[in-house]
């Protein structure tokens, strides 16, 4: 079967589980994932499947990129924060919805990765930075939207409530361990939050800090590698809220 055959079929299959938003599929459609993954899975680039990036980190489900994206609820006005730039695919997609995207990644590697991909997609409405995304990006602050892609707490980090706008939506995987996760979405309103629990997933966890490593382009060959979580499709849809 050919990329586009399966890209089709991809795109087929993430309409029938629930992404209905033709802004999502057509991101989705835009984005070449296989340029996001490492040549030896470039036959896997169009599976509904979370792969290895290297550093210990994955590429999410398709799914789950595709569900989370449409739980944004985006327009071409929004101003998007995005935590855990990892291959950079979601944020490319997110670019292609939204008006502006920043993206934070705790691995200088990967980002630089992902940096040299926004650029040979001429994505220039992205803006990547290294650092801990715990902190959020104060400077560019507010924002309409925030999405986290790794999780691991009980509530969102307080810095990047503080930086979500008023009447703006944060999706956020949470939960009191990796494996019991749920994409939660977070509505900031005058008086307070309003939380609703989405589906279960399972993610890479959110860590503080930036760890020590070589600069931009260094491979780091034996870093040690939690296993690889691809989130359980059938879990995520039939235990849909
Ligand atoms: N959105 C990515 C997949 C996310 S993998 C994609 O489309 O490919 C989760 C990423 O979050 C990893 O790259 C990990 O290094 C990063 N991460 C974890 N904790 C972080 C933190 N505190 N700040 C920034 N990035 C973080």
Redesign the pocket.
């Not at 980190?57 to 999410?60: D, N």
């Not at 995005?82 to 944020?91: F, K, P």
């Not at 650092?131 to 715990?134: E, I, L, P, V």
């Not at 890479?204 to 503080?208: A, E, F, I």
């Given at each position: 079967m050919s990329s586009a055959a399966r890209k089709i079929r991809l795109l087929m299959l993430l309409r029938r589980n629930g992404v209905g938003s033709t802004d999502v599929l057509r991101a989705m459609e835009l984005i070449p994932r296989e340029l996001?993954v490492p040549p030896t899975f470039h036959d896997q680039a169009y599976e509904d499947t979370a792969l290895p990036?290297g550093?210990g980190?994955?590429?999410?489900q398709p799914m789950v990129?595709g569900l989370m994206t449409q739980a944004l609820n985006l327009s071409d006005r929004l101003k998007v924060l995005?935590?855990?730039?990892?291959?950079?695919?979601?944020?490319a997609v997110l670019a292609k919805i939204a008006r502006r995207v920043y993206t934070?990644?705790?691995?200088r590697p990967?980002l630089a990765e992902a940096e040299a991909r926004f650029q040979a997609l001429r994505l220039h409405n992205i803006t990547a930075r290294h650092?801990?995304?715990?902190r959020g990006w104060p400077q560019a602050a507010p924002f309409e939207r925030i999405l986290v892609?790794?999780g691991g707490a009980m509530d969102p980090p307080p810095d990047l409530m503080d930086q979500l706008a008023v009447g703006g939506v944060m999706v956020i995987p949470l939960g009191p361990d990796r494996r019991s996760l749920h994409v939660v979405r977070l509505r900031k309103t005058e008086t307070g939050v309003e939380r609703e629990q989405l589906w279960p997933v399972r993610f890479?966890?959110?860590?503080?800090e930036v760890p020590a490593e070589a600069g931009p382009g260094v491979e780091q060959g034996a870093v040690p590698t939690p296993a690889l979580i691809p989130p359980d499709f059938s879990e995520v849809i039939h235990q849909r809220a």
């Open positions: 996001f990036i550093h980190q994955t590429i999410s990129v995005e935590i855990g730039t990892g291959s950079g695919y979601q944020a934070v990644e705790r691995h990967l650092g801990d995304g715990m892609t790794a890479v966890p959110l860590l503080p």
